[in-house]
């Protein structure tokens, strides 16, 4: 038994299919079902239901995953420790909320691929949800949330704060034309996502039935149905404001109590310190800073 053993019983564990399994290992099939049989020797245990639909993990296979994910990530990290140890480089998967990476982090991102070249960076977007669980299950190195998050495995620090503005189509210049709330469609990402949370919670702490709430994937589709009137959402002004020259907005304020958000970068606590995260998380603090200083 060795790594790669445990990395492909993680992978069939995922898929429950082991061509699946194969094809993302660029395995045959038949090698898959090798290392499997051979974990299932050694542990004198089946740890796959096999059925017509695929596989299936029995009591023992769930047991052994949670070591087996906790063993491949220790060896991850102990080959960031040593192999990374010097000048940054290799990998580094970062997660983000869609709006912190498309107003916050392309100025970052740009001089630290510039000044690091040898670090392979990957930004995955998502809501806050997603990002917590993604971190936790070893998937991505860190991300951008909206916090605070308050779980034991995790550490956390504030990056940016946010403004939140409730946002609708530009009609006229009437500062107080506010939309009617009860009659607009909510425009929002899926579930998971803070800043629904808070429109939704204010709108409940006005006793107000939103009319319609539409999700979507991406924020200029949000941006764009809010400029064609469709509906209302909220946003950070940061974002309201980065793309007023492409999109007729209004912004309006919002109770204080649900206006303001803190973007906290969060990480696991046993991750390693490699320098790659180090002079990524300086460069996005230093352009944070000039950013206030601005």
Partial sequence: MDIEDLNVFRVVAKHG????????????QSSVTSKIQKLEA????????????????????KTLLTYAENIL????????????SGTPKGPLAI?????TAAVRLPLPLYFFSMNYPDVDISLKTGPTDELVA?????????????????HKELSQQAVFEEELVLVAQKKGAAVND????????????????????????????????????MEFGSLDAILGC?????????LPKSVVDRFQDRYALACYEIPEQFAKVTTFFIQRKNAAATPAMQKFLETVKDGAAMRRAG
């Avoid at 997660?95 to 709006?99: A, I, L, Q």
């Avoid at 190195?141 to 308050?150: L, N």
């Avoid at 009860?182 to 629904?196: A, I």
Wanted: hydrophobic letters at 40%; glycine letters at 8%; one cysteine or more.
């Fill in 17 to 28: 299919n082991i061509s699946k399994a194969a094809e993302e290992l660029n395995f045959v």
């Fill in 42 to 61: 050694h542990f004198q245990t089946p740890l796959f239901h096999r059925h017509r639909y695929g596989v299936s993990l029995t009591a023992a296979g």
């Fill in 73 to 84: 990530h220790c060896f991850a990290e102990a080959e960031k420790a040593i192999i990374y």
């Fill in 95 to 99: 997660g983000s909320m869609e709006t």
């Fill in 134 to 150: 993604s971190v936790l299950a070893y998937e991505i190195d860190g991300a951008f949330v909206a916090g605070p998050v308050h």
């Fill in 178 to 213: 506010r939309p009617d709330l009860s009659r607009s469609s909510l425009l929002v990402f899926k579930q998971g996502c803070t800043y629904r949370k808070r429109l939704e919670e204010w709108l409940r702490s006005e006793k107000i039935m939103p009319h319609k709430i």
């Fill in 226 to 234: 809010v400029h064609a009137g469709l509906g209302i959402t909220l």
